[in-house]
């Protein structure tokens, strides 16, 4: 479907790896689970000629000849393909050659060590680095993975980019920390927070949006997972956002979940480059409590950008039925007043989930999409 | 006047264990298996607690999912319900979905706590749990029960857990409040907090019994932390200013969150000990415990171990005789 009709989906972000480009990454031999893995998927979805050599010798149990780069490449095929066969309006590759949204970051990045795990809830981890340097970048990053992406897609590619107060937040603060006077304060501690935004924002992200800009980007998912961590520090989200976005020439969305955003207004308001929230909500939509009533506050504020809407709850293996999707689709259709500003999205990246529950729910969430567009009776205006 | 060391209840799964749980989840490992290295890893803090003179022990509560897990999984009532940012970290609980009046089901949590999961006798250990008014405030409350109520009723129920613990020799009680100090009670609230903690107090008859608060400046909340029926109330000193400290009654006991598990810098023991002198002089505490300012389970694990020696260095200074000053 095009972009123009009611409805349009798009994913968020990650997914999780297959077997096979794991084992295949580590050179190992592929086991017979993860072959079979591989070719199953491969008839679903057609991501690798299977006549071809080199995908013959991978499956044979050569892959410790294969080249890692070679790997990730059918990885991010996979996913690219994984994506459109789901259905999906916009696609990534499932973010397929990168560790960790986090880790990935701030890898491409001067200034940082990396520590160890820190758990984020359950059994899920990241590793969670200091910076111990002044933030510096090289060369902008990732521009290769969007090439991929651009050269292999049939949708619009939508490129996620860690943003910089996430980067911030999840990073223990030593270097600018040490720079004040005295770094036990509170007051110096928040004068640390804010340089070191500024710094990653000017001095890594921004180069890297503008040389993606320049590749044909026009799509780009700000991701900022940590902005409601500390509500009074809404304006710095903002900062961070407005000083890697000046001056660019893109569709920008920011990506926040698991946030009171109520207590992200009205400072957000003044993200003016920003044209979509996407932002979790089904995590938190249950039998008697309406996630979705939570977008009246963008009516409260007068602020009528473009919402991804989060259908899908990543962390639960329940697979939202169609309808469960109409229906969220509907109620927040209801509140917000105007459908044609609603992407439709799982609340965030499906990595935690299996590639088997992760199709299944976002194939639900394409045709949930599509009964609420049908509903609506014909195409209404577009997306804005 | 005594100065104790000791942990404050989660400490980080070291990387063996964070690689075992991940392989537990993607079906690489087994039960027994995770269980085996839960206890190792629990034994090898316990080494880590001796070597830096932490005592009561913890053994790291290193398999409880979140502070409430044990509770919303073995209680009736509960629900363990949607991810949910805890407090200002990067680091989620799964809330839990309270549907009725919550009960107790006898002996179902003692296996949670630190005598059954590593090699430390319970008259060693710190039994950690979260504070009624925490934990009301941080479920999601569908049973019909009043706010006030819930507080009262959970500090009754956690009367209960503290009496079965007390029977099996735990010694030493600590509630974990953060909310205390990052949205403190007023009026009705204020007084059914109280009250849970005279149930509490009850139960725990000579035993020790901290009251933990963190991620907040206690000062707002010092007339409420004063009030408490319990041996010692803990401040975050990186949120509270120590000089606040004048307003804690005189003649009750102290603690001190002297490490920030917000940052891997290693604080200095001269300024930690500078701050509690601070704040000692002016509350005349009859008893100091010193531990980190909040579970350090926000650091990786050899962050967390090479800030602890700040711990043994500061009491040091303060009580250069060996635990009393």
Known sequence: MSAAELFPTQEIGSLARPLWQLQGQRGARLTPAARAEFEQWNRRLEFADPDDPRVRAFLDGGSTSTPTGLVRDWGAQFAIRFLETAGLTRVYDGEARRVEMYEHAVRQMGGFQLLGHVRSFDNKYYLKGAVTGEVRLEHPYDLEEFGFVQAHTHAVPKLPVTGPYTIVDWSFNEYYLKRQAAWMGRDARQRARREFVVDVARKAIRPTLAAMIERGCRVIQVDEPAAGTHPQEADLVVEGFNAATEGLDAEFAMHICFSDYRSLFPALLEAKRCRQWAWEFANRDTEDHDAYAMLALLREFGDTRQVGLGVLDVHRDVIETPETVQDRIERASRVLGDPARIWVNPDCGLRTRSLEVAYQKLRNMVEGARRARTARSGPGSGPR | ?325
Request: glycine letters at 10%.
């Open chain 2, 1 to 325: 006047m005594e100065v104790h060391t000791s942990l404050t209840g989660p400490f980080p799964r070291s990387e063996a264990l964070v690689r075992a749980t991940r392989d537990l989840d993607r079906g690489r490992t087994d039960e027994a298996a995770v269980d085996r290295l839960y206890r190792s890893t629990g034994d090898e803090l316990l080494g880590i607690e001796d070597r830096f003179q932490l005592a009561p022990q913890t053994g790291g509560y290193l398999t409880w999912a979140d502070l409430f897990r044990p509770f919303a999984m073995n209680w009736s009532g509960f629900e363990v319900g949607p991810v949910t940012r805890w407090f200002e970290t990067n680091t989620f609980y799964r809330q839990p979905i309270l549907h009725a009046p919550p009960e107790r089901v006898a002996g179902s949590l003692a296996p949670w706590f630190p005598a059954a999961r590593a090699s430390v006798p319970a008259h060693r250990a710190k039994a950690a749990l979260p504070g009624p008014f925490t934990f009301a405030g941080m479920l999601d409350n569908r049973s019909g029960e009043t706010p006030e109520a819930l507080v009262h009723r959970l500090g009754r129920l956690l009367a209960g857990e503290v009496g079965e613990l007390r029977g099996l020799g735990y010694r030493t009680f600590q509630f974990q409040e953060p909310l205390l100090v990052t949205r403190p009670p007023v009026g009705p609230a204020a007084e059914s907090t109280i009250a849970a903690y005279r149930s509490i107090a009850e139960a725990a008859g000579d035993a020790t019994s901290l009251v933990w608060t963190y991620f907040g400046d206690a000062q707002p909340a010092l007339p409420l932390l004063g009030r408490l029926p319990v041996s010692a109330v803990g401040v975050d000193l990186a949120e509270t200013e120590p000089t606040s400290l004048g307003r804690f009654p005189p003649g009750r006991g102290l603690g001190f969150g002297c490490l920030d598990p917000r940052t891997t810098l290693v604080e200095d023991p001269q300024e930690a000990a500078a701050r509690v002198t601070a704040a000692v002089d002016l509350a005349r505490p009859t008893e100091v415990w010193l531990g980190p300012g909040g579970p350090l389970d926000l650091l990786p694990w050899d962050a967390a171990v090479r800030k602890l020696a700040a711990l043994p260095a500061t009491r040091a200074l303060l009580a250069p005789n060996g635990g009393s000053a």
